[in-house]
């Protein structure tokens, strides 16, 4: 299983528009809105993204697979447009495969994209071209990517992992021994006790000062310690956090995520 880190800034991505800092010329201090992409049988096999970001495209031209650039399942965590608004930009997906591609989150997500979206699922002009998806609600149960064109991702096990952002559920994904959980306030007990014997849990952690709907740096550090994940990466970081002195500042097993960010993993395929 390959996994790459196709953005791990904030929701105004870094740095901000107007705030360039002399340390943004580093090309981890860079950061696109947050997404991953997740491929359980290499590079340029059937992929699974996390988000469609507003940044997907210049994600995908960057970080996808020159070859074999396809898409086969999306996971939405929540309704924010940062993690959202990208959704038009698998269009080119589509006219490359020729197939639907599901997406998958909680019904509240899926009937907000149903409704934001309403152009996609009726439309009202002829040409332009429409993204072609299916919306599949999915509760706080494991369930398998059955939707997806490629029947090897049919035995992929995908676990939601519910979250506090602020006054909403955000959900995080569990997939084999990879935990993604972005955009929280807090872990609820039920979460954590789905979070134990991870190989690499890839954490939201926004900046240094506490903050409403996310949490801060040193709340990140204590769960990742709650967790005990062999290794924890860190990502939804604000233009605050400068790549080098946070990484250097961290526990063991603790380190920032940046842009293009690539790790192996053992496939989580389902053996039945």
Same mark, same amino acid.
């Given at each position: 299983m390959v996994i790459t880190i196709l953005g791990c800034g904030t929701s105004i991505g870094v740095p901000m528009i107007g705030r360039e800092m002399p340390h943004h010329k580093d090309p981890k201090n860079r950061r696109l809105r947050a997404s991953i992409l997740i491929e359980?049988?290499?590079?340029?096999?059937?992929?699974i993204l996390i988000d469609t970001?507003?940044?997907?495209?210049?994600?995908?031209?960057?970080?996808?697979?020159?070859?074999?650039?396809?898409? $086969?399942?999306?996971? *939405? &965590?929540?309704?924010h447009a940062d993690h959202l608004h990208g959704i038009d930009d698998i269009r080119p997906f589509n006219f490359l495969q020729r197939y639907q591609i599901p997406f998958y989150?909680?019904?509240?997500?899926? $009937?907000? *994209?149903?409704?934001?979206?309403? %152009?996609?699922?009726?439309? #009202? =002009?002829?040409g332009g071209g429409?993204? =072609?998806?299916?919306?599949?609600?999915?509760?706080?149960? &494991?369930?398998?990517?059955?939707?997806? /064109?490629?029947p090897k991702l049919h035995k992929v096990e995908v676990t939601p992992l519910p979250c506090e952002h602020g006054k909403i559920t955000c959900?995080?994904?569990r997939i084999g021994s990879?935990?993604?959980? #972005?955009?929280?306030s807090r872990i609820p007990e039920e979460t954590m006790r789905r979070l134990k014997d991870l190989d690499v849990?890839?954490?939201?952690?926004?900046?240094?000062?506490? /903050?409403?709907?996310? *949490?801060?740096?040193? =709340?990140?550090i204590d769960y990742a310690q709650q967790i005990k994940a062999k290794k924890i990466i860190f990502t939804?970081?604000? =233009?605050?956090?400068? %790549? $080098?002195?946070?990484?250097k500042s961290l526990p063991p097993r603790m380190v920032p995520a940046f842009d293009g960010m690539r790790f192996n993993l053992p496939c989580p395929v389902a053996q039945d």
């Amino acid at each position: 299983m390959v996994i790459t880190i196709l953005g791990c800034g904030t929701s105004i991505g870094v740095p901000m528009i107007g705030r360039e800092m002399p340390h943004h010329k580093d090309p981890k201090n860079r950061r696109l809105r947050a997404s991953i992409l997740i491929e359980p049988f290499g590079r340029g096999e059937g992929s699974i993204l996390i988000d469609t970001s507003p940044d997907l495209r210049q994600q995908a031209l960057t970080y996808f697979h020159k070859k074999k650039t396809r898409l $086969d399942a999306v996971l *939405i &965590t929540h309704e924010h447009a940062d993690h959202l608004h990208g959704i038009d930009d698998i269009r080119p997906f589509n006219f490359l495969q020729r197939y639907q591609i599901p997406f998958y989150g909680e019904k509240r997500v899926m $009937d907000t *994209i149903h409704s934001r979206f309403h %152009y996609i699922f009726y439309p #009202t =002009q002829i040409g332009g071209g429409l993204p =072609q998806l299916s919306l599949n609600p999915v509760g706080k149960r &494991t369930f398998r990517l059955k939707e997806a /064109h490629d029947p090897k991702l049919h035995k992929v096990e995908v676990t939601p992992l519910p979250c506090e952002h602020g006054k909403i559920t955000c959900y995080g994904y569990r997939i084999g021994s990879l935990a993604y959980i #972005t955009d929280i306030s807090r872990i609820p007990e039920e979460t954590m006790r789905r979070l134990k014997d991870l190989d690499v849990l890839i954490l939201d952690c926004l900046r240094p000062k506490p /903050h409403p709907t996310h *949490i801060n740096v040193e =709340q990140a550090i204590d769960y990742a310690q709650q967790i005990k994940a062999k290794k924890i990466i860190f990502t939804h970081m604000n =233009q605050e956090i400068e %790549y $080098d002195s946070f990484r250097k500042s961290l526990p063991p097993r603790m380190v920032p995520a940046f842009d293009g960010m690539r790790f192996n993993l053992p496939c989580p395929v389902a053996q039945d």
